[in-house]
């Protein structure tokens, strides 16, 4: 499919015809896609009722549809079964399910690893666990290409290393992390791995097996689905190990006025209702990102990007904060502009329909390794053309221009 083909597919460019829209800020929420938009929108106004106990036919048709989600979900980042994923409002939600509950399993002393890479979302929960249990938060190195430092693991990996927690793809760099290094230190010595994979999962179907991490998390916004839905994936039997985080309905077998017994996974993990359409839509987002041609869609990726790379280092006083080569990355390239802060960047370069964004991105570790307060971001999706990049750098040259 054509860039313009895939365009096609997201009703905001039709919206935005006649008007400069250079949409740039995929890394913080991608645009909807039309299967996902409709599938939301027939729930809402067509089959909207509660899920999983009701006996009429419309909620039998809203369960139904809730599970072919689960389903298309699982396909996507190959799950072996789609009862291995938890549906949560997002993947902040997901991490913090996964932290609260492996927390019971630490003690004093015992150690989380995560790195300097972090988004807040990967940071705070495990500081909260530590918090509670004693444990001990430490963090992998960033180099100064942004990306870990596995050649620390040996010494970071130690007999009191229960948990390594760390990004699948940077949200500033754009780095994708070496697995493999990771999957082999926590086998060493027992430890479980969890990835985020919020940047990840828009840039083509996953293999959660072959990866190797015990646990997987997820949002639908950044993979061209609703806001409000995102999953996390537990390897089966973790997952039957593991207690629920949130209480109340829809998750328990049998309530007494002293005593619980709780649902089978997923259910004992989903309280009350859940977010049922974003739901629906990230299940037909993923359906949807399944059938695209990925092989041809990656290429374009790698060439966006490193037309992204050339054109800002041709710029006087850019910094790029990140790998300056395509290999082992997304399309995720931050900046940082000598003598001009990246807000004012952005608001300017909205003057010419580029939209980026700019801030410490939920990453202030990562800034602070740098030395930096902030930078701009430009995130790349598959309805993302040359035009766009051209776009970007010949504004930000006239932003740089003006602004000195």
């Given at each position: 499919m054509s860039t313009a083909g895939l365009r096609a597919q997201f009703p905001i460019f039709a919206a935005q015809q006649g008007t400069p829209f250079h949409y740039l800020d995929n890394a913080a929420t991608g645009q909807i896609c039309r299967a996902a938009a409709e599938a939301l929108w027939h729930f809402e106004t067509r089959a909207r009722a509660n899920v999983k106990r009701g006996v009429y036919r419309l909620?039998?048709?809203?369960?139904?549809?809730?599970?072919?989600?689960?389903?298309?979900?699982?396909a996507y980042i190959g799950a072996s079964d789609p009862d291995e994923v938890i549906f949560t409002s997002g993947c902040t939600l997901a991490i913090n399910t996964a932290a609260h509950a492996l927390a019971l399993r630490l003690r004093p002393g015992d150690e989380i690893l995560i790195s300097e890479l972090e988004h807040h979302s990967n940071i705070v929960p495990w500081?909260?666990?530590?918090?509670?249990?004693?444990?001990?938060?430490?963090?992998?190195?960033v180099t100064p290409e942004g990306r870990l430092a596995c050649d620390r693991l040996d010494d970071l990996v130690t007999g009191r290393t229960r948990i390594i927690a760390v990004t699948h793809a940077s949200n500033v760099t754009g780095a994708v992390t070496d697995v493999g290094a990771l999957r082999d230190a926590a086998d060493a010595v027992g430890a479980l791995l969890l990835l985020d994979g919020a940047q990840r999962a828009?840039?083509?179907?996953?293999?959660?097996?072959?990866?190797?991490?015990?646990?997987?998390?997820?949002?639908?916004?950044?993979?061209?689905?609703?806001?409000?839905?995102?999953?996390?994936?537990?390897?089966?039997?973790?997952?039957?190990?593991?207690?629920?985080?949130?209480?109340?309905?829809?998750?328990?077998?049998?309530?007494?006025?002293?005593?619980?017994t709780y649902a089978p996974p997923p259910h004992r993990f989903e309280a009350g209702t859940p977010p049922i359409g974003p739901v629906i839509g990230m299940g037909a987002a993923a359906a949807w990102?399944?059938?695209?041609?990925?092989?041809?869609?990656?290429?374009?990726?790698?060439?966006?990007?490193?037309?992204?790379?050339e054109g800002l280092q041709s710029l006087d006083g850019v910094r790029i904060v990140g790998p300056v080569g395509t290999q082992a990355r997304i399309g995720v390239v931050s900046f940082a502009v000598e003598g001009i802060h990246p807000h004012d960047v952005c608001q300017m370069l909205d003057e010419f329909g580029l939209a980026l964004r700019g801030g410490h991105h939920c990453a202030q570790p990562l800034m602070d390794a740098f030395d930096l307060p902030a930078t701009v971001r430009a995130s790349l999706a598959p309805y993302n053309d040359a035009a766009d990049v051209d776009a970007l750098i010949e504004g930000l040259d006239t932003v740089i221009r003006r602004l000195r």
């Open positions: 909620a039998d048709e809203a369960t139904t549809a809730f599970q072919k989600a689960r389903q298309e979900v699982a500081q909260m666990a530590a918090a509670r249990t004693g444990a001990r938060v430490r963090a992998i190195p828009a840039h083509g179907p996953l293999d959660v097996q072959t990866l190797g991490c015990d646990l997987y998390a997820f949002s639908a916004h950044k993979m061209f689905g609703p806001t409000g839905a995102g999953a996390l994936w537990v390897r089966k039997d973790l997952l039957l190990d593991l207690p629920p985080f949130l209480g109340g309905g829809e998750m328990i077998r049998r309530v007494e006025i002293e005593r619980s990102l399944a059938t695209l041609d990925w092989a041809a869609l990656g290429r374009q990726e790698i060439e966006l990007t490193a037309r992204t790379l």
